[in-house]
């Protein structure tokens, strides 16, 4: 009984991919309470059983439980798929001591233990008082519960230290968010030394794995597991920004688990700077995942009456594979994180010149290549860097951001008036936060850039950081940005960040302040994306720092797309795309066709790059001019079949069939969500001794509806009548790929139920 919720949603699944959402949630909630009648509690995503101080949240996909223990401390009780009776789950019990080494408190699952008592794992909340004194111990006060959110307020045993542990259930989605507010209700002030949003812990045990994204410059999501010992993994950001060499996502199996298997916990940090999540497992079979704001360099004041927040992290269980619990994220990123939600519109088709005319850029040039681009069904033209200032190369011009008069004689609006007129939108490239020497701006306020006074100002890229956190800065930056936006027809902004903070000193606050720059840069950041978009409703912004150096949640509630890599070489593409859409919707996931050689010196085929980069939102970085008559075909058509699968790839369920890093052929399904259509990416990297590629086979359909099937290049093997979803997923499709660096697509069109 206590897996009959999940066991009805699974057995619905399928119909309620072709329901709208509305209908949906009516049919759910009507068969739940008809079904469960006076049980009918379970319809609700928080049950709160007052009598044992008990709180059972819970989702379509999972539940999460804790309750208040004898102490009166919080204290996790479950994590996992879903229950629908707070009555089952057992009642938070006071601990013994093991020994004198290992007191009570190491063996308890505290949801949110501050540092103070016994406790030596990793807190998610430390304070210095202005006497020195850096103990906190915190019970549960009260609680503030509203539909589908839910607040406990926890309070220090003798001090008004609280926290707010803020709990928001997504029922639909299969998503929990956390996040915490620390208050300073005392009559001193306090210093915070880590302030997390979240512990996280999972069912007790041992042999657990852990799967997570690292990478650097180029080389970004790449995918890592291994199993977790006892100890602590720290994965984090020092950089100011979320950075290409670990991104804030985790997701942990229990050894077991695969693509569309097994029990995958996982979870999502939403901030943008400098960020860490350990994941330590104790000596008592306890697994711990602690995240938010980073504690390195980290001291945030609180004077009486102020408060901090912390990020939120966004956390889940999926029951059915790593393949599952992206699926979560993805639908959710889609509908409740990016802007407009559900209202926003697919992800047009942009050129980007960067790659073909780097800084040479000018009216005439960007013309032609806009004419070429519209041939071939580009629907947004972006100019990238070069534009503006004196920025010949990447040693000036960062800061003043005035359209270069030699480039563009008269501004940008004849470049602007000749895109829209070939039906294209138009967007720029702006790197708001930063600076070179060689500038006007810094000329006049080399006060406004990071450093500490008297020190060196490390230059990376020739440029230098500007201090977001001051309001001046914050107020210039809006204003360039909100200028530009407002005397010339751009819709959307390419938002770069070309290198890490460094000597992150603030002279003119006092010193006890200073630290705040790495929280308060973050927040202006958000903030003047959001006012941007207030003042001005079609703008779009894609969020890139050298490739995929900021691509968070908490960017993506600002963001259109992520640039996922400087990389472009389809082939490297194959792993960042895996690993990006592990934690990432392939709607926001920025991909181009840009010219061979490329990175490696390797060479690809046309068609080979377009499929590569049509398994996200595809774009163009090619030189144009060098298109060939038949190049110019083959990217036209394979332009309109994009966006024939368009809804497919971006609004879909992304399967991923194959791994790159398992063999010779990768391969990628994206089913659409109302079911009618499905497409299959394969790719294959070398054949060897004339090997035939195995049969691909297919995820998510519908096992009795018939479908029909037609390659992209005529690499179909054999006869290929309307096929049933259950032979196509469990013999497969073949395909004839042959050679190095082969790949088709195979689009399926559900023809009869
Ligand atoms: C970064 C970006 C590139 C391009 C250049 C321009 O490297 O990731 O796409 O915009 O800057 O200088």
């Given at each position: ?582 934690a990432y919707a392939p709607k926001f996931m920025s991909a181009w066709v840009t010219d061979v050689p490329n990175m490696n010196g390797r060479s690809t085929p046309l068609e080979y790059r377009f499929l590569v980069a049509m398994q996200g939102a ?13 190049d110019m075909t083959e990217a036209a058509k394979m332009v309109a079949t994009y966006k024939r699968i368009r809804p497919a790839v971006q609004l879909g369920d992304l399967y991923r069939l194959a791994s790159p890093r398992a063999g010779d052929v990768t391969a990628n399904q994206y089913v ?82």
């Amino acid at each position: 009984m206590a897996n009959w919720y999940g066991y009805f949603l699974t057995s619905t699944k399928r119909s309620y991919r072709s329901e709208t959402e509305n209908t949906m949630r009516h049919i759910a909630s009507f068969t739940l309470l008809a079904a469960l009648g006076a049980a009918s509690l379970a319809a609700q995503s928080v049950q709160y059983d007052e009598s044992r101080k008990i709180w059972l949240l819970t989702t379509r996909d999972s539940s999460y439980a804790m309750g208040v223990d004898p102490n009166g401390e919080l204290q996790h009780l479950y994590w996992g798929a879903p229950l629908w009776r707070a009555g089952d789950v057992p009642a938070a019990a006071a601990r013994r001591e093991l020994s004198s080494f290992d007191p009570p408190a190491m063996l308890e699952r505290e949801e949110f233990p501050a540092w103070g008592g016994t406790r030596y794992y990793e807190p998610a909340l430390k304070v210095t008082r202005a006497d020195g004194d850096r103990d906190v111990v915190l019970r549960y006060a009260s609680q503030a519960l509203r539909g589908d959110s839910l607040d406990i307020t926890l309070k220090d045993i003798r001090d008004d230290i609280l926290v707010v542990l803020h709990y928001r259930v997504y029922p639909d989605y299969g998503i929990l968010e956390r996040s915490a507010t620390i208050e300073n209700k005392t009559a001193a002030p306090l210093m915070v030394e880590s302030a997390q949003s979240a512990t996280w812990n999972l069912p007790p045990g041992e042999g657990y794995q852990l799967t997570y994204l690292t990478g650097r410059w180029a080389a970004e999501t790449q995918v890592n597991h291994e199993a977790i010992h006892q100890g602590m993994k720290v994965l984090e950001s020092r950089k100011g920004i979320t950075s290409h060499n670990i991104n804030p996502w985790f997701a942990i199996d229990a050894g077991d688990a695969g693509e569309e298997h097994g029990s995958v916990w996982f979870g999502a940090l939403a901030w943008s700077g400098n960020w860490r999540i350990t994941v330590e497992q104790t000596p008592y079979q306890q697994v711990r995942i602690t995240g938010g704001l980073n504690t390195f360099d980290f001291a945030y004041p609180l004077a009486p009456g102020e408060a901090l927040d912390t990020p939120a992290f966004y956390g889940g269980y999926a029951g059915q594979g790593f393949g599952a619990a992206s699926r979560l994220l993805h639908r959710f990123e889609r509908e409740q994180v990016a802007p407009g939600g559900l209202t926003s519109r697919l992800r047009p088709v942009l050129y980007n010149s960067w790659e073909a005319t780097t800084f040479n850029v000018n009216e005439a040039g960007q013309k032609q290549l806009a004419a070429i681009a519209a041939k071939l069904g580009v629907e947004l033209f972006v100019m990238d860097d070069g534009w503006f200032g004196k920025r010949n190369n990447d040693h000036a011009g960062l800061g003043d951001w005035t359209v270069n008069p030699q480039k563009f004689p008269a501004g940008l609006k004849g470049l602007i008036d000749y895109v829209n007129g070939l039906g294209m939108d138009f967007g720029l490239w702006v790197e708001p936060e930063m600076v070179n020497a060689d500038s006007d701006l810094y000329r006049r306020h080399p006060d406004w850039v990071i450093h500490f006074p008297d020190r060196p100002r490390s230059e990376l890229r020739n440029q230098m950081v500007l201090n977001l956190a001051r309001s001046d800065v914050k107020e210039y930056i809006f204003g360039f940005l909100d200028k530009l936006a407002s005397e010339n027809n751009i819709k959307y902004f390419k938002w770069d960040m070309n290198r890490p903070l460094s000597e992150p000193g603030w002279e003119d606050v006092p010193v006890a302040d200073q630290r705040k720059l790495w929280v308060d840069y973050v927040h202006n950041l958000y903030d003047i994306m959001d006012r941007l978009r207030a003042r001005h409703p079609k703008l779009e912004i894609e969020s890139c720092s050298g490739g995929g150096g900021r691509a968070d949640l908490g960017m993506l509630r600002h963001v259109e797309e992520f640039w996922t890599s400087d990389n472009t070489e389809a082939f490297d593409r194959l792993r960042i795309q895996e690993g990006f859409t592990e934690a990432y919707a392939p709607k926001f996931m920025s991909a181009w066709v840009t010219d061979v050689p490329n990175m490696n010196g390797r060479s690809t085929p046309l068609e080979y790059r377009f499929l590569v980069a049509m398994q996200g939102a595809l774009g163009i970085g090619a030189n144009l001019n060098k298109f060939s008559a038949g190049d110019m075909t083959e990217a036209a058509k394979m332009v309109a079949t994009y966006k024939r699968i368009r809804p497919a790839v971006q609004l879909g369920d992304l399967y991923r069939l194959a791994s790159p890093r398992a063999g010779d052929v990768t391969a990628n399904q994206y089913v659409a969500a109302d079911g009618q259509q499905s497409v299959v990416f394969v790719f294959r990297h070398s054949q060897e001794y004339r090997t035939a590629a195995p049969a691909i086979r297919l995820q998510g359909l519908d096992p009795r509806a018939i479908y029909r099937l037609e390659s992209v290049d005529n690499k179909l093997t054999g006869r290929q009548p309307p096929l049933s979803g259950a032979y196509l997923m469990q013999a497969g499709i073949s395909v004839n790929l042959q050679g190095d660096f082969d790949g088709t697509a195979v689009i399926l069109e559900k023809v009869a139920q």
